[in-house]
């Protein structure tokens, strides 16, 4: 039996140098991966079309839907260079920020970005270095700014900046972004992930570009974008808590809490989470996690998040197939737990819309749950009957049918569906039989157990679930 069997929650891994080799590949993907994330931070587009060429193969002979998406590089603000690289901070001290090019010095340094310097007002924080350096705006000219040194050491050249409290008003899509997307699109991906979101309309105008090509992934890394959580939530497909610049923005005893708050708005509108940053990075260099990040990763699942990502871990690590494996492991045993389950249980999201499917795919987890049922099966087009079963958080597998190769991918992601490819059916006894053999094919039920069934007449009908059966497995 598949390890993915063995779980719920669903994992993400990053291509990268260290896996993007067509056995490596095959290995990931038989140790556990469900989607694969593409870094368009790095590498060029042929290498991205290369390693997603590898995953469609090796989708092919493990005759699984692999989901892929492509996670854009956004707004990178970085620092100049200073005449020796670098200047020692002491706390007090002021430095200019200005547009000139030239070297810095401890006076002044150049800041390449016109847009921060018009954004920025007196009393705005500056974070160098993933907050180790930190400066606030003490005075603002027409092209400069000038700061005080609140805490740090040193500063080095090209330093990456965070801007905690100030919202820029440029759009978050750069140049690179559109090429990257209008790339990933020919090559076919499930997803774009929008990195820097700060409000709704950074969401319009992704999805003005990229259409019904692809489905939208919101990252969450930036302080106003949790002022729109709901709205943010709402416009997405699924959502990203990209914990690495958020918790150098917010404090970082704000990041447990924002991590529940975050995972449970997904849950209430449906919408699959994705938890990443920083799960297992001791495992970039080490063949075992710290007690800390197993602890992080179980946190994520007993919150309910629908995925769990690892970046650096299989991108460029020593040891990305042991990340893999233990991050699934450790899925498994919370999943085994009672507590996990009466979480699960005790936060099912209220129902808000009355319309028959909704209706339909609460009773099927509420029948599943009194029979015992070893699956729910959702014959679906959209996917959309998918996500509200997993909504439900039910204890046994989702086995999703559908017809819509690209729907079975993006499905991958969501919490307990495991979706097969497959023909639709046009009567209901076609509906019964083939959700009895396609559940004893994949090992989700054995004869004797029982499958609760959904599925919308007339068949094939995007949005049209309206009947409920349970059948008995022969």
Known sequence: MPLSRNRKTKIVATLGPASSAPEMVRTLLDTGVDIVRLNFSHGTHEDHATALKRVRAAEQEINRPIGIFADMQGPKLRLGVFENGSIDLKKGMNIRFDLDPAPGNEKRVNLPHPEVIEALEEGADLLFDDGRAHLRITKKGKDFVEAGVIAGKKLMDRKGLNLPNTLLRSSVLTEKDKKDIAAALDMGVEWIALSFVQRPEDVKEARALIGDRARVIVKLEKPSAIKHLEEL??????????????????????????????????????????????????????????????????????????????????????????????????????????????????????????????????????????????????????????????????????????????????????????????????????????????????????????????????????????????????
């Open 233 to 474: 939530v709402e416009m997405s497909d699924a959502v990203m808590l990209a914990r690495g610049d958020l918790g150098v923005e917010i404090p970082a005893e704000h990041v447990p809490s924002m991590q529940k708050h975050v995972v449970r708005a997904c849950r209430e509108k449906g919408k699959p989470v994705i938890i990443a940053t920083q799960m297992l990075e001791s495992m970039v260099s080490a063949p075992r996690p710290t007690r800390a990040e197993a602890s992080d990763v179980a946190t994520a699942i007993y919150d309910g998040a629908d995925a769990v990502m690892l970046s650096a871990e299989t991108a460029t690590g020593e040891y990305p197939v042991e990340a893999v494996s233990i991050m699934s492991r450790i899925a498994a045993d919370v999943e085994q737990d009672e507590l996990y389950r009466k979480i699960m249980d005790a936060e099912h999201p209220i129902t808000k819309k009355e319309t028959s499917s909704d209706a339909i795919t609460t009773a099927a987890s509420n029948v599943a749950a009194t029979l015992s049922a070893a699956a729910i099966v959702n014959y679906t087009t959209s996917g959309s009957t998918a996500l509200r079963t997993a909504r439900q958080r039910p204890p046994m597998p989702i086995l999703c049918l559908t017809e819509n190769l690209a729907a079975a991918r993006r499905l991958q992601l969501s919490y307990g569906v495991y979706a097969v490819h497959t023909e639709d059916v046009d009567n209901f006894d076609d509906m019964v039989s083939k959700a009895v053999r396609i559940a004893q094919e994949h090992a989700v039920a054995d004869a004797g157990e029982r499958l609760v069934i959904t599925a919308g007449v007339p068949f094939g009908t995007i949005g049209s679930t309206n009947v409920l059966r349970v059948a008995k497995v022969g």
